[in-house]
C-alpha cells in the first residue's frame, strides 16, 4: 500500500504564478519528509525537507507546508520558471533516525508555461 | 565532484539474458539502495546494503540480486529479464546521519 500519495499526476502553471504540489500520507509516525525533483534522464535531486516539529519550511523560491493533522504537505514554488517543469516527488523515511529507507509517492509533472 | 554513477545509462537486453547495472560513487556513504521506477509509478525499493549487510525487500523476486564488493562500488543482476522488467534503476546513497539520499542518474533497461 502507498503510505505516500501524490493524487494529481499533473500541473501546469503560467510562468511566475504559483505552483503548489500536494502529498497525502497515512501513516502518522512520519517524522521527516522530503520533496525531490526530477528531470528526464537524470536521477532525482534533493529540493527541500521539512521535519514533523515544524509546519513550514522555507528556502528561496521553494516552501513546504505540513498540516500533520490532515497528514498533507504541500510544495509551493514562487514565482514558477519554465526549468522547474519536472517530476516532484514525496518521500518520507520508513523508519525514525537517519539512513531510513525512503518511500516515495508516484511524482506530479509539473509544467511551467512561458 | 563527488557523485554517484551508473552505467550504463541505457541498457538493452534481450529476454531472459542475464544483465547487470552498476554503481558507483565517490561520497564514501555506508548506504547503498537499489530502486525500481516504472513510467508514471513511485520508485520502489529492490534492496539496500548497509555497509556490508544486504537487505532484501520482502516482495523483491529472485529474479533480482545485488552485490556490493566494496564501499564504492554496487551491482544489480538481473538473472532472466522479462518484459516485466523494463524500467528505470536508481542507484542512491545516504551517509552517516543523512535523511535524504543522492541518486544516481538512473539506467533506463529495455527488455527485447
Known amino acids: 500500500d502507498q503510505q505516500v500519495k501524490q493524487n494529481s499526476p499533473s500541473l501546469s502553471v503560467q510562468e511566475g504564478r504559483i505552483s503548489i504540489l500536494n502529498c497525502d500520507y497515512t501513516?502518522?509516525?512520519?517524522?521527516?519528509f522530503l520533496w525531490y525533483k526530477k528531470y528526464p534522464a537524470e536521477g532525482p535531486t534533493f529540493l527541500i525537507s521539512i521535519s514533523s516539529i515544524k509546519d513550514k519550511n522555507e528556502d528561496g523560491r521553494f516552501t513546504v507546508f505540513l498540516n500533520k493533522s490532515a497528514k498533507h504537505l504541500s510544495l509551493h514554488i514562487v514565482p514558477s520558471q519554465p526549468g522547474d517543469s519536472a517530476v516532484y516527488f514525496c518521500?518520507?523515511?520508513?523508519?525514525?533516525?537517519?539512513?531510513?529507507?525512503?518511500?516515495f509517492g508516484k511524482g506530479i509533472t509539473l509544467s511551467v508555461r512561458p | 565532484d563527488a557523485m554517484v554513477i551508473q552505467n550504463p545509462r541505457y541498457q538493452v537486453t534481450q529476454f531472459g539474458k542475464p544483465v547487470t547495472l552498476s554503481c558507483s560513487q565517490t561520497l564514501n556513504h555506508n548506504v547503498m539502495y537499489w530502486y525500481q521506477q516504472k513510467s508514471s509509478q513511485a520508485p520502489k525499493l529492490l534492496f539496500h546494503y548497509y555497509d556490508k549487510d544486504f537487505n532484501n525487500e520482502a516482495d523483491t523476486p529472485d529474479n533480482f540480486q545485488s552485490r556490493r564488493p566494496n564501499t564504492s562500488f554496487c551491482f544489480l543482476d538481473i538473472r532472466s529479464p522479462g518484459l516485466g522488467d523494463a524500467a528505470m534503476y536508481l542507484c542512491?546513497?545516504?551517509?552517516?546521519?543523512?535523511?535524504?539520499?543522492?541518486f544516481g542518474s538512473g539506467t533506463r533497461l529495455t527488455v527485447v
Open positions: 518521500a518520507a523515511p520508513l523508519d525514525t533516525g537517519a539512513n531510513s529507507k525512503l518511500t
Open positions: 501513516n502518522s509516525m512520519f517524522d521527516y
Open positions: 542512491a546513497t545516504s551517509g552517516t546521519g543523512d535523511y535524504g539520499y543522492t
